[in-house]
């Protein structure tokens, strides 16, 4: 095979690398029962751009600069798409929150179940900034919408066990963490939430009969 044959197969594996990368970002949220989780600005510009650098390495007509920024781009694109794609493969939670200008926000979220109740991890910032503790929620999971309470928890040990059952239950964070991607412990900038169920109207009520 010459040269040229091989750049232009090589050409032709990448481009149809980065368009089944850039569909499965949008494609892999359909195995989620309830509404379709429309991808944060982030995911949706590693989805596109992966489908638009494939569409330019398969146009035999495109311009040369074009094709270069292609291949020098590519790298970085998949791998936010790829991550994008593989966050998505195992069980993800919606938690339906505020954002600092007021704005409803979709956080997706891996979720872990311990004796005390369902946990998410994220950084303490994150959680400020979207006021999580405290706040009545709706959380989305399994197809299922349910009233939450999320209780913020920054004692390092707790943290640290909430994190360590998320690497053991998700196979993606556990090759992050192989190749250095993701932590294998949490970092002190790591809070956990303890998803508590919201307190029932009735029992509200009968709680405030009762102080009178």
């Known amino acids: 095979m010459s040269a040229s044959r091989a750049s232009s197969a090589l050409r032709a594996a990448l481009a149809i690398v980065l368009l089944v990368v850039g569909v499965a970002v949008f494609a892999i949220r359909l195995q989620h029962a ?9 995911v949706m510009i590693g989805g596109l751009g992966a489908i638009a650098l494939g569409g330019v390495l398969l146009w035999t007509g495109a311009p040369r600069p074009a094709v270069l920024l292609a291949w020098i781009a590519s ?12 966050a998505e493969v195992e069980e993800v939670v919606s938690l339906l929150a505020r954002d600092g200008d007021g704005r409803t926000t979709d956080l997706r979220l891996w979720i872990v179940d311990r004796e005390d109740g369902a946990w998410v991890g994220m950084s303490r910032s994150k959680a400020l900034e979207h006021d999580l503790a405290g706040a009545r929620l709706e959380l989305l999971r399994g197809g299922v919408t349910r009233c939450v309470v999320p209780v913020l928890v920054e004692d390092r040990e707790t943290v640290g066990d909430i994190h360590a059952r998320k690497v053991a239950k998700y196979a993606v964070a556990r090759f992050a963490a192989a190749i250095g991607l993701y932590p294998r412990e949490a970092t002190e900038t790591a809070a956990a939430l303890r998803l508590d169920p919201c307190p029932q109207a009735g029992r509200d009520r009968t709680q405030a009969a009762e102080s009178v």
Do not use: E
Request: hydrophobic fraction near 60%; glycine fraction near 10%; charged fraction near 0%.
């Open 75 to 86: 790298p970085l694109v998949l791998y936010f798409a790829l991550y994008a794609t593989l």
């Open 34 to 42: 309830g509404a379709f989780a429309v991808p944060t600005f982030g």
